[in-house]
């Protein structure tokens, strides 16, 4: 079975700095996607980033980035220039394929400061 | 509005009813997920459809069923309910029902049990 683990239940940052999220997962399978999906306090899934584990380049979405580690099974989110929008819950998500059953973990809340 | 619709938004029922949940997905796609998010937890994933038929269960109670209509809309029946179940229930959708699959999620269906 595959499992995603969030280690940091919560985390906070300071407007216009960098914060990183860390996530690990646990999977036998080689074809998989990973994905970060944000909830803001309006409890809706917003998708933030995604990559394909085939792939050995690091996804970018203009400030978010991420630090994918096949070999450690590492996933993790960076922000760069943090906006108190970005103030949300941030789930790291495993898909394995064909299966495509997508797997979260428990999150992790983020507090962006003024 | 991400193009998933769930109805009701909100629910309140009592212990030992049965209530169910409906999801349109977005135009186009074939699949539907759900998922099950209690407080301050992160999501559980209960089942999916793949154009009418069943493609992978998750951790689903036997008191809840689902099915995927002709018209691609889902609908998810919680029996016999418990306090526990007292969470927001979540539908996706996505293209495919395999493959590089990005979930596009609902606003959510809050359900309180009394």
């Known amino acids: 079975a595959q499992t995603v683990t969030q280690s940091q239940p919560e985390m906070s940052v300071q407007e216009a700095e960098t914060v990183t999220l860390s996530c690990t997962y646990d999977t036998s399978e080689n074809n998989y996607y990973l994905f970060w999906y944000k909830q803001p306090p309006s409890r809706q899934m917003i998708l933030v980033i995604r990559?394909?584990?085939?792939?050995?380049q690091n996804a970018t979405e203009n400030r978010f980035s991420v630090n994918f580690q096949k070999a450690a099974k590492s996933f993790s989110l960076k922000i760069s220039d943090s906006q108190l929008g970005d103030t949300a819950m941030y789930f790291c998500?495993?898909?394995?394929?064909?299966?495509?059953?997508?797997?979260f973990g428990a999150g992790t809340r983020l507090t962006v400061k003024p | 509005d991400s193009g998933v619709t769930q109805t009701p938004k909100h629910l309140i029922t009592a212990t030992g009813q049965r209530v169910t949940l409906r999801c349109s997905p977005r135009s186009g796609d074939l699949s539907v997920y759900w998922y099950q998010q209690s407080l301050d937890q992160g999501l559980q994933f209960l089942i999916q459809?793949?154009?009418?038929?069943?493609?992978a269960k998750g951790n689903i109670l036997e008191r809840f069923s689902a099915q995927q209509f002709p018209d691609l809309h889902s609908e998810l029946n919680l029996s016999s309910l418990e306090l526990g179940d007292s969470a927001l229930y979540f539908c996706a959708s996505a293209v495919r029902g395999s493959g590089a699959n990005v979930l596009t999620f609902g606003a959510g269906s809050r359900l309180t049990v009394l």
């Open positions: 998500a495993f898909m394995p394929t064909p299966n495509n059953d997508m797997r």
């Open positions: 459809y793949y154009n009418g038929e069943e493609r």
């Open positions: 990559q394909e584990a085939y792939k050995q």
